[in-house]
């Protein structure tokens, strides 16, 4: 990036403004900001901005149907008024199932988006690396709906590393 911007996400943009909808998809980390019409709450910065760390394009029947699962939910609280009376936004990205890219998706999404929380990774080997490396250093909660790995029992969390699947003990 030239001087006086900022790299992120693969995309460059000027520093001394948030991101709007359309920067955050012009990234090829992501694919899209649900539920329809959120785009406006994220411009506006009326949005609490939650996103999804799946891995789409590796896994396209499984990634989606997480994805929609999370796009179902998000439509469910926008219906009944956001949260704490704001509305909600999530910000969808792809892992690709690659390590590499589901921290740089995180980071992404939390240090440049300011995503509140973290749906992903898929994978326990993703989970662990995007954790450690983005998202504990960020402070950014992050929820697994399917890392089984023993390793995540016993990391150093502070409580900001869920999951939704048991441990494969």
């Known amino acids: 990036c ?17 991101p709007t ?4 998809l012009s990234s090829p980390l992501c694919t899209g900001i649900f539920p329809a019409g959120s785009e406006e709450d994220v411009d506006s910065g009326e949005a609490r901005l939650l996103a999804t760390a799946l891995p789409t394009s590796f896994s396209p029947s499984n990634g989606a149907e997480r994805e929609r699962a999370v796009e179902l939910a998000a439509e469910e609280i ?12 999530v910000l969808a990205c792809d892992t690709g199932n690659d390590p590499e890219q589901a921290t740089e998706v995180v980071e992404f999404a939390a240090g440049f ?9 898929a994978s326990s080997t993703n989970t662990v690396r ?6 504990l250093p960020l402070n950014t909660v992050m929820m697994s709906p399917s890392a089984t790995s023993v390793r995540l029992t016993d990391i150093e969390d502070r409580d900001l590393l869920w999951r939704t699947a048991p441990g494969s003990r």
């Open 130 to 135: 995007a954790f450690q490396e983005a998202a």
């Open 2 to 18: 030239v001087e006086d911007y900022v790299c992120a996400g693969r995309i460059c943009m000027q520093e001394d403004r948030p």
């Open 78 to 89: 926008a219906e009944t008024g956001g949260v704490l009376g704001q509305p909600l936004a």
């Open 113 to 121: 988006a300011g995503a509140e929380a973290i749906i992903g990774c």
């Open 21 to 24: 909808a359309a920067d955050l």
